[in-house]
C-alpha cells in the first residue's frame, strides 16, 4: 500500500461530518485555491457524473483547459482529480497528499472542529492542483447532498442540480423536499441555477429558491428540450433546441435517460455562450459524442472467454436509478438471457433496488464488494430471495463475474450492478483479462 492509500485509510476513521469550518479553514490557509478559476458544481441524485462528463468535453471540445474533480473512483484515486481526460500523476497526488496532510493537521490543532475527512482533504488537493495548473474552468461533482458538502467551498458561476430522488435520507432528509432544499444549498445569488427536476412540488421549491436569490432558474425540458429520433446500443440521436438555437446531436453516453442530463450540460454551455466564453456549435456535438462516464451503464465486450457475452456496467445504488436502468435493459439490448452480478452496500434501499432488477433477470450472482460498507452477500440473497431465480451466492466480485462469465452464451447479456464498488472491482478485474 502507497502513501496515498494509507494516508487516506487513516482518514476514513473520521466518517462523514455535515458542516464547511474544516475546508474553509484549509481553504484559507491554503490561499483559497477554490476562488481561483471560474467553476461549475453540480449535484443532485442521479446524473451528476454523467453531466459532468458532458459539459466537460463540450469544453475541452471548444479548446478550453478543463479540471474535473469527480466520486468515488472505481478503481484509482487519481481518477477523481483531471485535466482534459487526464488522470493526475501518483507522483504528484503523492505530494499534494504531504502537503494536505499538513493543513489537515494544523486544522485539528489548532481548530474546535476536529479532524477534516477524507472527502475533505481530498477536495482540498482538487482545488490547489487545478489552481498550480491554470486551468481555465472547474466543473466539479458534489460529494454528497449539497449544503454542507466540502465542494460548496466554491462560489460557482453555475450551479446545476440535476433531480431530486430518494436517496442518502438518512442523511439529508426522508422525503424530495427535504432533501431537495440540501441539495440546493450550492445555489448562488445572481448566478443561474439549471435543473432537469420535473417533480412539481420540487420545481415549485426550485423556483422560490431561484426568487429569493434573484438567480436565473433554467428548467431542462421546458427551455432546453429534445426530440428523439433513435436509441440503440450505439448511441441515441436527438435534436436538442434552447433559447439560442437547435443542435442535432449523437449521444456517446447509452440511454435515453442521458439526454436530460445532456439538456443540463447543454443549458450550462449556453449560458457560458452568453458571458462571453467561445464555444462552437462543433464543441457542443463533439461534446455530445466524446462523453466518457466509467461505469454509467458502460457496455464492454470481455477477451475472455471466447466468444463472450455483452457485459453492462451500471452503478444503479438508488430506486431510482434501478428504474432507469431496468428500463434500460428491456429496451435498449438484445440478448437471449440476462444474468445480474449484484452487490450493495448496506446503507442503501435494498429492497427497493433488487425489487426494479432482480426480476428481470434469469440468473443473479450475489456478491459484495471489499469494503466495510458492503452488506454481506447472505444477507442479499435473503433480501432478494422474494424477487427472483436462480441465485447463487459469490464471496467475492471477481468470482461473481468468473461464474457469470462461464454460465453464459455468447448472445446473453450480464449486467453488474448494485453499487460503483462492485463496478470498479469488475473493471479492475476486466482489466487484467486483457492481460491474459
Known amino acids: 500500500m502507497g502513501f496515498s492509500e494509507g494516508y487516506l485509510k487513516t482518514l476514513l476513521r473520521f466518517g462523514i461530518k455535515p458542516g464547511l469550518e474544516r475546508i474553509r479553514a484549509m481553504m484559507a490557509w491554503a490561499g483559497e485555491p477554490n476562488l481561483s478559476s471560474p467553476s461549475v458544481l453540480i449535484g ?48 504528484r497526488l503523492d505530494a499534494l497528499l504531504m502537503w494536505a496532510k499538513g493543513l489537515a493537521e494544523r486544522v485539528e490543532r489548532e481548530t474546535p472542529y476536529g479532524a477534516p475527512t477524507e472527502f475533505e482533504v481530498l477536495t482540498v488537493i482538487a482545488f490547489r492542483y487545478f489552481a498550480e495548473e491554470r486551468v481555465d474552468i472547474a466543473v466539479v461533482e458534489v460529494g454528497l447532498g449539497g449544503r454542507w458538502d466540502a465542494t460548496n467551498a466554491l462560489e460557482p458561476h453555475i450551479s446545476i442540480v440535476t433531480n431530486i430522488a430518494l436517496d442518502h435520507t438518512e442523511r439529508l432528509g426522508p422525503d424530495h423536499l427535504t432533501i431537495a432544499s440540501n441539495k440546493l444549498g450550492i445555489a448562488r445569488p445572481h448566478r443561474p441555477l439549471i435543473t432537469a427536476e420535473r417533480k412539481l412540488g420540487v420545481l415549485r421549491l426550485f423556483e422560490e429558491t431561484s426568487t429569493r436569490l434573484k438567480a436565473r432558474l433554467v428548467q ?25 438555437g437547435n443542435y442535432p446531436v449523437r449521444l456517446g453516453l447509452l440511454g435515453t435517460h442521458q439526454l436530460a442530463n445532456f439538456g443540463c450540460a447543454l443549458a450550462a454551455a ?82 427497493g433496488i433488487a425489487a426494479k432488477l432482480v426480476p428481470l433477470a434469469d440468473e443473479v450472482f450475489i456478491t459484495q464488494p471489499q469494503t466495510d460498507r458492503a452488506l454481506p452477500a447472505a444477507e442479499l440473497f435473503k433480501r432478494c430471495e422474494p424477487f427472483g431465480k436462480g441465485m447463487q451466492i459469490s464471496p467475492t466480485v471477481t468470482e461473481a463475474l468468473t461464474m457469470a462469465l462461464q454460465s453464459a452464451d455468447a448472445d446473453d447479456l450480464i449486467c453488474v450492478t448494485g453499487s460503483l464498488y462492485v463496478v470498479g472491482e469488475t473493471l479492475a478485474h476486466l482489466s487484467t483479462l486483457e492481460d491474459v
Open 44 to 91: 443532485g441524485t442521479n446524473g451528476k457524473g454523467s453531466t459532468v462528463s458532458f459539459l466537460s468535453s463540450i469544453l475541452q471540445g471548444a479548446g478550453y483547459r478543463v479540471g474535473v474533480y469527480t466520486s468515488p473512483h472505481l478503481t484509482s484515486y487519481r481518477e477523481r482529480f483531471q485535466i482534459n481526460n487526464e488522470p493526475i500523476s501518483q507522483e
Open 220 to 244: 431542462v425540458g421546458s427551455e432546453v428540450t429534445w426530440r428523439l429520433h433513435s436509441a440503440t446500443d450505439k448511441g441515441t440521436e436527438a435534436t436538442f433546441q434552447t433559447w439560442q
Open 270 to 351: 449556453e449560458l457560458l455562450r452568453e458571458e462571453g466564453w467561445q464555444i462552437s456549435e462543433e464543441a457542443i456535438f463533439f461534446g455530445a459524442q466524446k462523453a466518457l462516464c466509467l461505469g454509467r451503464l458502460q457496455a464492454v465486450h470481455p477477451r475472455h472467454p471466447t466468444p463472450s457475452p455483452l457485459v453492462v456496467l451500471d452503478g444503479a445504488h438508488n430506486p431510482s436509478g434501478a428504474a432507469t436502468l431496468a428500463r434500460t435493459l428491456r429496451t435498449l439490448f438484445r440478448y437471449r438471457r440476462l444474468s445480474l452480478v449484484l452487490g450493495m452496500l448496506a446503507d442503501k434501499d435494498v429492497n
